[in-house]
């Protein structure tokens, strides 16, 4: 049912960004970019020992950062590297700590001004998931590290000419990467997820 949410969050993200609505033109400009935010996860599951039992996953805090450039007036590549761990359940008890580092490498397509100083986007582009998942008890299973796609929405306010709020909707959709311990799998981990997040880009040109 999660999966679902994720999805539904994800399609509303991207159709509200993308109006009709050029605040600062970042063409040929380089920027940096932190945020932080909220990472609602799909659910997992544990295969071993059988029968298969499903994994609820907490809502988790994600953050990050990484660079924008601007490619010409509307078109703008970004590099984007965030961390979100959050907890796994089986039956209301915890189980373990799921975590993943997230390499995204996507396009934006910006938008033209709704208001001054304020700027949408949308954006799509691949995700690389190096993921890991922690036992309770301690002990560290090994889980695939596998490649996704991303969609996003969102939005830059400039306060200045080179400092911008950024706030954005992204979803990511990504094969389920195995759970191993000792080499024996014990599990399916779902990486697909919707996340919000805030933060600020500074641009040093």
């Known amino acids: 049912m999660k999966r679902w949410y994720v999805m539904i969050g994800l399609v509303a993200s ?8 050029c605040a600062e033109n970042i063409a040929g400009k380089l920027g940096v970019t932190g945020r932080i ?3 609602v996860p799909a659910d997992s599951e544990f295969t071993a020992p059988s029968p298969t039992v499903n994994a609820d996953t907490d809502t988790g805090f994600v953050g990050g950062g990484g660079f924008i450039y601007g490619i010409n007036k509307n078109l703008a590549a970004e590099l984007d590297i965030t ?3 959050f907890d796994g359940s089986v039956g209301g008890v915890r189980a373990g700590n799921f975590a993943t580092n997230n390499i995204s490498l996507g396009l934006q397509y910006r938008f033209k001004e709704p ?3 304020l700027t949408p986007y949308a ?21 695939d590290t596998v490649v996704g796609v991303h969609l996003a929405g ?8 080179q400092l911008a709020l950024t706030a954005e909707a992204k979803g990511v959709l990504a094969p389920d990467a195995d759970i191993r311990v000792s080499g024996d799998k ?20």
């Open 14 to 21: 991207v159709a509200l960004m993308a109006g009709t609505a």
């Open 37 to 39: 935010g909220f990472l």
């Open 83 to 85: 961390h979100t761990d």
């Open 115 to 117: 208001a001054p100083h």
């Open 123 to 143: 954006g799509a582009g691949l995700d690389i998931l190096i993921n890991n998942f922690t036992f309770d008890d301690g002990v560290k299973s090994d889980v």
């Open 154 to 161: 969102g939005a830059d306010y400039f306060v200045m000419k």
């Open 186 to 205: 014990v599990g399916n981990f779902d990486p697909m997820s919707f996340s919000m997040t805030f933060g600020v880009r500074y641009f040093f040109n």
